[in-house]
């Protein structure tokens, strides 16, 4: 009992500090990269058409294929340093022709072609480069129909961001009060969840999004959902065994001694302490949709031209991939880059909220 | 043994029925008249009206369902509206293939997974372990699709070592068995560390390496021999998985197994096939699953007690 004191007046120094999970979180240099492209991701989806210099879907059938760099030179006409653009463009006899005698510079915040911005709220036509001359800077080159491979990237990023986040969130709104009430309350309401969850991960990967998608049809919005579903039964899972893991506990006893309900002591005791499990998924989960969706993109059952998806825009890049490996190759570096941010802060998440360290 | 044994089977039952029934509804949900959709769009009447009626599809749903898993277990899947033949024959075509890059895929994940994650353990924290385990987790966050195509573009196209696609000699199968079995490398790596990890702390291993024995013999003989139960345990889940993930890598190399057949099947609107695929795919992964677990249960009595 001779510690009492000492834990009564220890408590509001603690209280000043940042949580444990968040020292962590911060002394792990996997959790910082991690964080890093998360956030440079979502500002990519935040603030797309301002970050791409042209519009995903604006064609130039002269300048189809280009790789990056294409007319591009370091140095100006006059021995200046920094980015200068000239014109090139493909012709079907003779390949790719840059025209040397004029070049124009890249400049930041450059106006180019105007768009709207926060559901139409906002008008623009400020970018945060581009050219200033009559020629075009192709930053990751151009696909099969001229189309500035950067800007349907940037463009397209959001597509990933809202699968992650539909998966997420389905998984979270549907399995997560499944599986809860399921283990909470027992006997044969957990037995028949359990079966129809065992029946959905009877689906390895990939294949029930598939299912579901030759049910009902490709297309984003049904592979955005076909997705989510396919998250439910991890989340059901995950929470079933937090629940039962606890159920049991003194403090869930005492609630319902002290007369909650079942359903007040599972919302408000149950579900916060099993919380770290579904945030640490939750990460991960984010990863693996936007794997399965650009695989589902690459496969054609997903997005439809000319949706600038990556795993589509990938599957495209595809067919000529011995002319112009460019075109596959940059949203591949855009998918892995962001999973594995995903997974990297998941990882991390698991280990600073592991309560056993 | 044998109580284990029929307590996994019973729990099996339901998930092999839950598949029956979701892979049975997928034409009765999909938008449209199911019977034209198992006759394929380019069916005339006549073999619509035929489809209809030797499939049942004015009865009730139950009787339907009866019908159907009748079918089922005498072999027959219906006719694919897009090659016109049985399903079931398909079937019996392309999923040998489909095994072949799997198990060659678990044979690559199994051998530079456990081998990564042993060099990771003997070292943790330094800069060995450290490059393994990113090496690790960029294979799991690797889009399978595309390491698929550098795979191509690099060691096919721009120096011809490795066929482009198709199957036939051991040549074939490198690039799209390495390609498939990336991601579970990455996850057995990653298993194979921590588990290591924590038998080396075991008061066992402390005791043989107490006794004087060779640091190689302890790792190799007392530590990774219990370390490698639950390795192999995710290396057999990962084999099931594998079978369904194939899907994007036999898409990738044209490579004739029951993935391609799936997504081609889809993209047709082959219902009879994509049936038989979908079927066939969730049967063979429940059916490993449960090996898996009877052969956890023979190898670590405690697992049965549970």
């Not at chain 2, 198990?103 to 393994?132: E, H, K, Q, T, Y």
């Amino acid at each position: 009992m001779t510690d009492t004191p000492a834990a009564v007046t220890e408590a509001p120094k603690e209280r000043r500090r940042a949580p444990r999970w968040r020292r962590r979180l911060a002394r792990n240099p996997l959790a910082i990269i991690g964080i890093t492209i998360i956030s440079l991701f979502l500002a990519v989806v935040a603030f797309a058409p301002f970050i791409a210099p042209y519009l995903p879907q604006t064609q130039d059938l002269r300048t189809t294929y280009l790789p990056p760099g294409t007319g591009v030179s370091l140095r100006g006409p006059e021995g200046q340093f920094g980015i200068w653009v000239s014109r090139s463009q493909r012709s079907p006899s003779r390949g790719i022709e840059v025209d040397d005698s004029a070049a124009y510079p890249v400049k930041l915040f450059q106006r180019g072609p105007s768009y709207k911005w926060l559901f139409g709220l906002v008008e623009s036509d400020l970018h945060l480069f581009g050219v200033d001359g009559p020629v075009r800077y192709y930053l990751l080159g151009t696909d099969e129909q001229g189309r500035d491979v950067f800007s349907r990237l940037v463009h397209g990023a959001w597509i990933s961001l809202f699968i992650g986040l539909i998966s997420v969130g389905i998984g979270l709104g549907i399995g997560v009060p499944v599986g809860a009430i399921s283990a909470f309350m027992g006997g044969w309401v957990d037995m028949t969840v359990q079966r129809f969850v065992d029946t959905l991960l009877a689906f390895p990967g990939i294949l029930l999004a598939i299912v579901l998608v030759a049910t009902f049809g490709t297309g984003l919005t049904n592979l955005m959902i076909a997705v989510g579903i396919a998250a439910i039964p991890i989340y059901a899972r995950i929470i079933r065994g937090s629940v039962l893991s606890i159920r049991n506990r003194e403090f869930v006893e005492a609630a319902r001694a002290l007369g909650r309900r079942r359903m007040g002591t599972l919302v408000k005791h149950v579900i916060p302490n099993a919380l770290a499990p579904l945030i640490v998924q939750s990460s991960l989960q984010m990863a693996i949709a936007i794997l399965f969706a650009a695989g589902l993109g690459f496969l054609g059952l997903g997005a439809k031209p000319p949706q600038p998806e990556w795993g589509l825009m990938l599957a495209r890049g595809r067919e000529y991939l011995a002319v112009a490996p460019h075109v596959a190759t940059f949203p591949g570096v855009a998918i892995i880059l962001v999973v594995l941010g995903f997974n990297l802060l998941g990882d991390a998440l698991r280990d600073a909220l592991d309560p056993r360290k | 043994m044998t109580q284990y044994t029929i307590r996994r089977l019973l729990v099996a039952l339901p998930s092999l029925l839950g598949v029956l029934i979701i892979v049975f509804l997928m034409v009765r949900l999909a938008p449209g008249d199911p019977a034209l959709l198992l006759a394929g769009e380019f069916a005339d009447a006549a073999t619509v009206e035929r489809i209809r009626e030797r499939f049942g599809l004015n009865d009730s749903m139950p009787v339907q369902f009866q019908r159907f898993i009748t079918g089922v277990v005498q072999g027959d899947l219906g006719r694919s509206t897009r090659t016109n033949r049985p399903v079931t024959q398909e079937l019996i075509d392309f999923f040998p293939n489909t095994v072949e890059l799997a198990v060659a895929a678990i044979i690559f994940a199994l051998v530079i997974g456990i081998g990564l994650g042993i060099i990771s353990a003997l070292r943790p924290n330094s800069w060995v372990d450290a490059l393994s385990m990113i090496l690790a987790l960029i294979g799991v966050s690797m889009p399978t699709f595309w390491f698929g195509l550098l795979a191509i573009r690099f060691f096919a196209v721009e120096t011809p070592i490795f066929p482009v696609a198709g199957r036939g000699t051991f040549a074939h199968l490198v690039l799209p068995a390495i390609t498939l079995g990336l991601s579970s490398t990455g996850i057995i790596a990653r298993m194979t560390r921590s588990a290591l990890l924590e038998v080396l702390g075991q008061d066992y291993v402390r005791t043989a390496r107490a006794k004087g024995g060779a640091p190689r013999t302890v790792v190799f003989k007392h530590a990774l021999r219990n370390a490698l139960v639950p390795v192999l345990t995710v290396g057999g889940l990962e084999f099931g998985s594998l079978l369904a993930g194939a899907v994007i890598t036999e898409t990738v190399f044209t490579w004739p197994g029951v993935g391609r057949m799936l997504v081609t099947s889809v993209l047709s609107r082959d219902y009879p096939a994509v049936q038989g695929t979908v079927l066939l795919i969730a049967v063979t992964f429940i059916v490993v699953n449960l090996l898996v677990d009877l052969v956890y249960g023979l190898i670590d009595p405690r697992i049965r007690y549970d």
